[in-house]
Structures are given as C-alpha cells and as structure tokens.
C-alpha cells in the first residue's frame, strides 16, 4: 500500500492544497466564517434567495408536512406531490413538456449521458465543461471528443469525420469558471446539420438570464427544437438545492427508465422542493434581482477596468480575474482576506494550467458600497503587485 502522503506535500509545495472554510452563518454577502465576518464574492447565489424568508418558510412548512426525509427513490415511495408540482412548474416555466428532477446537477450530468449515450456513440464536449459533464461522458463510455473553448470550427471538423452511432454536444450555458456564454444559435445549427442531441447545462443561467430568468436558451431565443436537452440547477440562482433536467415527453421517460443515477438513489427532500417552488416564484415575480445584478456586474467592469485588473470576456455575475499561478492566486485570496474580503482562488487542475484566478461572484443581494469595498480592496493589491 502506497504512502499518501508524497502526493499531499506535492500539493501544499505547488499551492494546490485544497481546504475547507468552516460557515456558521447563513449564505449572503456577510459572512460568519472561521470566527470572523467577511464580505463575500464567491457565492453561487446569484439572486440573494438561499436565505430568503419565503424559501426558508416553504421549507419549514414543507417539513411540517412531508417530514425530514423523503425515506426512499422516486420509483419507489419517495416520489412526492411536492416533488411533482415543483417538476410540472419547472416544465412550464423553461416551456417544454415535461421536467426531471434529480438530487444534484452533477448526478443529473452524469444520468442523461448515461442513459442516452453508450459504447458506440460519440460525445463532443467544450474544453472548459464543467467536471459533472466531463464524468458523465467518461462513465458512459461513449468516445469522447473535447474541442478547443467555443471554437465552433474545430468542432464542425471533429464532427465531419464521425461515423456512425448518435452523437452528441454538451456545453455550459454559462461557462462556470470564465463566465463568458456558450455559442448556442451556432452550436444548434451545427447540431440540426449533424443530427446529433445537443444539451446544455445552464447551472449558471438559469434564474439569471432570459425573460423571467429561463436561462441562456431563452436569452438566444431557442426553443425545445434547437436544445432538447436543458439541464438547470437548483443550488446556485435558485438558492437551494437539486437539479432537473427538462425536454420532450420520450427524453423525461426514458430518463425515468435508464437514468441510473435517478433511479438508484433517495430522492431529494420534499421540503426542498416546496423551498424551491418557492424561490421559482421569485425567481419569476422578482425582476428588480436581475436588474440590480445586472447594475453591479457593469459597476464592477467599470471599476475594475480603471484599475487596469485583467478581467475576462464575461458578462454575466461570474467575473474571474486572472492571475496565472496558483501561488499569485493564492496570495491575492489571503490579501483579500487580510482586509475582511472573500474570494477563493480557483487553481488547477478546475481550470487549465497557467490560468489560475479569482473566481468573483456577485449576487443582487451585494449593495453598492460592498462591491466598492471590494474594488477598493482589489486596488491595493494591484497597487502592491505594481510595486
Ligand atoms: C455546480 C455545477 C454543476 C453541479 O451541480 P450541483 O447541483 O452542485 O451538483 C453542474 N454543472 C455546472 C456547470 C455547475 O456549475
């Protein structure tokens, strides 16, 4: 039996090591954090719901009803009316017949790939594809094509020379760690020419882009036709937890059928689907989030921009700054820190070497005086990087 210990050394040398924080508040800009309040941009909580009052209430009320747990899968007796209602509202609100929910995006990743692609099949992914996407692909053993970040033309080429078996695309709507979105008109053409599935995983778009906050498929103007395949997640917009999948009427029932990672496990808890049916009432009714979203991300580019910080092409909430090695990004993360600011350092092997960053986030419930705390705090460091 092999030491671990080499390689953990390995990690702490090249500033690799991963550690985690430990919360004692709930989600939002100020944190209670290893005993002491910071200001944070790092959440997925891109609207402000996770600690919503109506979202925490539904869950309370939700539990009164349905209990702690929902005690078994959802073919077998844990598949509840609050689960169903929640599956029928997401259905009509990204406008296609049916939706799925699974218990985590990277499960509902991991089942459609699974269940729709196998040995002789063909998947093409984007380079900078979230991991859930990249796992989902190696398991099914379809072969699997990775191309150059949107790069439309190395795609068109790889998907020239295939032969025989289904093919299919899969992308980030909204690309997790850059921000920047995902080519979906061209990328649909491509796949109607091609005849193959394309799907998309909108983690970061749903709630956030769109009419209503329908996501990045919305945002383009596409419909069912051009992406069958829509998975959302619930954790990050929505605030509070799970993932759905949503297409035809024969995707959603073969998913029930062939989904193995939908099939053998518990279901989420029915007072998290009461939660989330909530916050997709907000999500819809409460425009003025993404306005005010919207608002601070052109603050924030404004700002950063005078301070001469390498920002990258994303106009969305998710705003990484660039700082090559881990050991900088590192450095910039306990500098922020130092001052009261979160911002993790997103290191490789999450994004290519040579490319490690901030990964910043903002969210409708930061004001404007925090995020000029945070571009104040970020024009220091660059000052003392200069010096
Ligand atoms: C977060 C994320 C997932 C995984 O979703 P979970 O519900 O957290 O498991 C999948 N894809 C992308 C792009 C993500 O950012």
């Known amino acids: 039996m092999r030491s671990l210990e080499p390689e953990l050394e390995r990690r702490r040398t090249e500033h690799l090591y991963r550690r985690r924080r430990v919360l004692d508040s709930a989600q939002g800009p100020l944190l209670q954090m290893d005993g002491k309040t910071l200001l944070s941009f790092c959440s997925n909580d891109y609207l402000g719901l996770a600690n919503h009052a109506d979202v925490i209430a539904a869950l309370q009320r939700g539990a009164g009803q349905y209990g702690a747990g929902s005690g078994s899968a959802h073919l077998v007796s844990g598949h509840s009316a609050a689960h169903h209602a929640l599956e029928e509202e997401l259905a009509a609100f990204t406008g296609r017949p049916r939706a799925l929910l699974y218990s985590t995006g990277y499960m509902a990743n991991q089942g459609v790939i699974t269940a729709l692609l196998g040995r002789d099949d063909t998947l093409y992914q984007d380079r900078l594809n979230h991991a859930s996407l990249i796992d989902g692909g190696l398991l099914s053993r379809a072969e699997l094509k990775r191309y150059p970040h949107n790069d439309l033309a190395a795609l068109a080429a790889r998907m020239a020379c295939q032969s025989g078996g289904d093919a299919m695309v899969a992308v980030d709507g909204v690309f997790s760690m850059d921000g920047d979105l995902a080519p979906l008109p061209e990328l649909a053409r491509l796949c109607e020419e091609q005849q193959a599935w394309l799907m998309v995983d909108d983690a970061h778009g749903i709630g956030v882009l769109g009419r209503d906050g329908r996501g990045s498929v919305d945002h383009f103007g596409l419909d069912e036709q051009a992406v069958p395949i829509l998975m959302g997640t619930l954790g990050k917009a929505f605030g509070t937890f799970g993932a759905f999948v949503a297409g035809s009427e024969a995707l959603v029932e073969t998913l029930i059928q062939q989904s ?93 070497e040579g490319s490690a960053r901030l990964r910043v986030t903002l969210s409708a419930s930061h004001t404007v005086d925090q995020l000029d705390r945070l571009l104040e705090a970020l024009g220091r460091l660059n000052r003392e990087t200069d010096a």
């Open 260 to 352: 193995r990672s939908y099939i053998y496990t518990t279901a989420l808890p029915p007072a998290v689907a009461e939660a989330t049916r909530a916050s997709l009432r907000l999500v819809q009714a409460e425009g003025w989030r993404r306005e005010r979203l919207q608002q601070l991300i052109t603050r924030f580019r404004a700002g950063a921009a005078q301070l001469g910080l390498a920002l990258m092409e994303s106009e969305t909430a998710i705003q990484p700054i660039l700082a090559g090695s881990a050991e900088q990004a590192v450095a910039w993360s306990q500098a922020l820190d130092s001052q009261g600011i979160l911002v993790t350092a997103i290191r490789p092997p999450t994004v290519p």
